[in-house]
């Protein structure tokens, strides 16, 4: 069944607050939110495609949206192309705060690779032999200064590199593994001043706070309800979670 109206399931507003990226069921719509006038950007494909992410740079020059099977990338709002590296349905994408680099998710990780926005370069991963290259990324992230990247994989490692002008370095692995012993990571976010990673585990019920350099666990906050969303204040003092339950708790961060 289609919907009579387009269904918004993505929306991203850059850092001045003057642009919102949209995806719907109809394709892609970038908003100059003084005018409230949009353009809207429609892949060629199947009509009956879902384009379900959305993510615009803070700088609001370059925009990636994602469907299945693909992405599309918006070149400095002029041009679209469409990126097909993908074998299965694209989960997560992230830009770099200070370079003109994003990447997407999932993938095998030796296929895994950052795309520069301005020329559409790729940029491969190292990585120890001790990561298997046949998992799958899962879960990305920038650091807020951009000088740092990590993702989680299928087999819930947690791997971090350096970007040293766009150029990633393999810094350090982490197997994130709960206290019942159990393998467990789901999504993640670097806390605002950079200091912490903070992980969110497969059954919804935990955040592990690791220290962001040497991915060691600082402390466990476990939740009295399943979260499917966390979120820092601007300043890094409080923790938002929401929660199955239909609230939304607010966390002071010593």
């Known amino acids: 069944y289609i919907f009579y109206r387009p269904a918004v399931y993505d929306i991203d507003v850059n850092r001045s607050g003057d642009l919102l990226a949209s995806a719907s069921t109809d394709g892609f719509r970038l908003w100059e939110l003084s005018t409230e006038q949009a353009t809207i950007f429609q892949p060629v494909g199947d009509e009956f495609t879902t ?11 370059y925009v990636v949206g994602w469907r299945e099977q693909d992405a599309l990338q918006l070149l400095g709002m002029d041009e ?7 074998l299965w349905w694209p989960i997560d994408v992230d830009f770099s705060p200070t370079l003109q680099i994003h990447g ?8 895994f690779v950052l795309w520069r926005a301005d020329t559409n370069e790729q ?3 190292s990585y120890p032999d001790t990561v298997n290259p046949l998992s799958f990324s899962k879960f990305i992230s920038f650091s807020p200064s951009g000088l740092f990247f990590a993702l989680t994989t299928s087999e819930h490692q947690l791997l971090l590199w350096a970007l040293n002008d766009g150029t990633p370095t393999f810094l350090k692995m982490t197997q994130l593994v709960s206290e019942d012993g159990a393998s467990s990571v789901l999504d993640f976010m670097y806390t605002p001043n950079e200091s912490m990673i903070v992980v969110k585990n497969q059954a919804l019920t935990k955040l592990q706070f690791l220290d962001a350099q040497t991915l060691e666990v600082l402390y466990e906050l476990s939740l009295p309800s399943r979260t499917t969303a966390f979120h820092f204040s601007e300043d890094g003092r409080y923790l938002y979670t929401g929660h199955l339950d239909g609230t939304v708790r607010v966390w002071a961060i010593p």
Request: hydrophobic share 30%; no cysteine; net charge negative.
């Open 51 to 61: 384009y379900s992410g959305i993510e615009i740079d803070d700088s609001g020059n």
């Open 80 to 86: 679209a192309q469409t990126i097909e590296v993908y």
């Open 123 to 125: 940029v491969s991963l």
């Open 104 to 111: 997407a998710t999932p993938g095998r990780l030796e296929d």
